[in-house]
């Protein structure tokens, strides 16, 4: 069964760039799959959606962050990435990987997510 | 992109069910059926449980039901049980061709 991992610094500097790795497991990303994404949460606050990568390679990303985010894919090391620009303290969150097989606008393989501190 | 509207927290009784709500616009919830809902447990990643307004994924208790009307959407939970307690996060498909999600809910089994 396909499962997913996020991987990455837990602690980033401010202004600096974040960068982290979903590496999936136990099978192929690519397999029934719709689109990739990633989604954050930060300390007392609900889900916000960073963006996503649609099997058509298409990006859409989250307006409030469009001009900090780059999502990408590599298939052929079944892994795709985030990297967000220029972070601050309010970038500090637990981040999660996801990904959709079953149908165009639902999530339904996650990973476990990890925790970035924005913070020198 | 404002996050749809949940309330903070709900509660009930093992046995009993109880609704939770998720109001959005236009924009949004009421303008495509693609609303989902995601379960989570602290420490763990989100669980989805709702799909596409009503449909629940493989392995999902037919205890969770849900439906929409208008620019609102709505979880419900019968027959309560202890490992339900949880956050739950609403979803849905927006004009500018991402998600935008809920507050969350925190649910208490008392």
């Known amino acids: 069964q396909l499962q997913l991992q996020e991987s990455g610094p837990g602690l980033t500097k401010p202004s600096e760039t974040l960068s982290l790795t979903c590496n999936g497991s136990?099978?192929?990303?690519?397999?029934?799959?719709?689109?990739w994404g990633w989604i954050r949460q930060p300390p007392g606050k609900g889900l916000e959606n960073i963006g996503s990568?649609?099997?058509?390679?298409?990006?859409y990303y989250n307006p409030s962050l469009k001009n900090r985010v780059i999502i990408s894919t590599d298939t052929s090391k079944n892994q795709f990435s985030l990297q967000l620009r220029s972070v601050t303290a309010a970038d500090t969150a637990v981040y999660y990987c996801a990904m959709s097989t079953i149908g165009y606008y639902a999530l339904d393989i996650w990973g476990q997510g990890i925790t970035v501190t924005v913070s020198s | 992109q404002s996050a749809l509207t949940q309330p903070a927290s709900v509660s009930g009784s093992p046995g009993q069910s109880i609704t939770i709500s998720c109001t959005g616009t236009i924009s949004d919830i009421g303008g495509y059926n693609y609303v989902s809902w995601y379960q989570k447990h602290p420490g763990k990643g989100p669980k989805l449980v709702i799909y596409d307004v009503t449909h629940r994924p493989s392995g999902i208790s037919n205890r969770f039901s849900a439906s929409k009307s208008g620019n609102t959407a709505s979880l419900t939970i019968s027959g309560l049980q202890a490992e339900d307690e949880a956050d739950y996060h609403c979803s849905s498909y927006t004009t500018t061709g991402t998600l935008v999600f809920g507050g969350g809910t925190r649910l208490t089994v008392l």
């Open positions: 990568v649609y099997y058509s390679g298409t990006t």
């Open positions: 136990g099978g192929s990303i690519t397999k029934s799959s719709y689109y």
